[in-house]
């Protein structure tokens, strides 16, 4: 894949091709300065969710940025619990509320089940759940829809059932977790993959075998990962709470060749 900074949602709508990850960063003081720093090192694609609790603190920090808002892409997720279409409704509402801002730019479904029962079967529902996504779209409220976690026969169901298709399929995805079905999948229907724990929640950090692709092109063990995600074609999402590492991440315009790219794919 090419140095470029941005990509082009199946709807036409352009989205920065690194996003700033704020998963496990909680709300206040921490996620406020957390997106103040990572929009001042230059990033402007900001990823939350309803369920990590930090969508008012994350769109205060837009809104105090100085920065036009439309130059910044602001992602956030319908809790995974939610599973009907007047949930859904009243759901996306709240997070409209919570984040201050008058629209947002990527709304998902973050999982297509409950945490709690993780591979059940919620098919009928995401269904339901979706007819909302859809009218929340054509509201203006949201700039592109998409589903998050989503397996092959999740994502059917819904191109099976939609008048607008997903944009968007947000997974975990890094070295040692391609994930290649899904991309695929992915890829073939016109839906952006964004590569969530790109380092892997930080296990990435201490391999050897990554540490040495990282100096041949004298990157670290963490740009190479973020990189790789890129390479895959998909828009990885970093996360980071310290000044420097949030910088540092964002510090990914080079070219892995085919063969590490290969190298790295055979690791587990």
């Keep these: 894949m090419n140095n470029k900074d941005f990509f082009t949602l ?7 091709a690194i996003g700033f ?3 496990q960063i909680p709300s206040g003081d921490i996620a406020y300065n957390s997106v103040k720093v990572a929009l001042k ?11 990590y609790g930090n969508e008012a ?18 992602t956030s997720k319908l809790p995974a619990e939610i599973k009907s279409y007047e949930k859904a409704v009243s759901h996306a ?8 801002l008058d629209y947002i730019d990527l709304y998902l479904i973050h999982a297509p089940w409950p945490w709690t029962e ?51 399929n947000q997974i975990k995805l890094h070295i040692g977790h391609p994930q290649e079905e899904i991309t695929g999948h992915c890829r073939k229907n016109g839906i952006l993959v964004e ?31 973020i990189r790789y995600v890129l390479e895959k074609g998909a828009l990885p999402l970093p996360k980071s709470t310290h000044p420097e590492y949030i910088s540092h991440n964002l510090d ?3 070219s892995i060749t085919g063969d590490d790219v290969s190298y790295l794919d055979s690791l587990k």
């Design 10 to 16: 199946a709807n036409g709508v352009i989205i920065p």
């Design 21 to 23: 990850g704020t998963w």
């Design 41 to 51: 090192a230059g990033y402007r694609h900001i990823d939350s969710a309803q369920a």
């Design 57 to 74: 603190s994350v769109g205060k920090a837009i809104l105090d940025s100085g920065i036009d808002r439309r130059e910044i892409f602001v």
């Design 93 to 100: 509402a709240l997070t409209m509320k919570n984040i201050g």
């Design 118 to 168: 993780i591979g059940a079967d919620y098919t009928k529902e995401n269904i339901e759940v979706w007819k909302a996504m859809e009218e929340f779209y054509e509201s203006g409220k949201t700039r592109s829809i998409g589903i998050s976690n989503f397996n092959v026969k999740d994502i059917d169901a819904i191109l099976e059932n939609s008048r607008i298709s997903p944009m968007v």
């Design 195 to 225: 590569g969530y724990s790109p380092l892997a929640t930080g296990k990435l950090l201490n391999s050897k075998e990554i540490a040495g692709i990282a100096k041949k092109y004298g990157k670290s063990v963490a740009q190479l990962s």
């Design 252 to 254: 990914v315009k080079f």
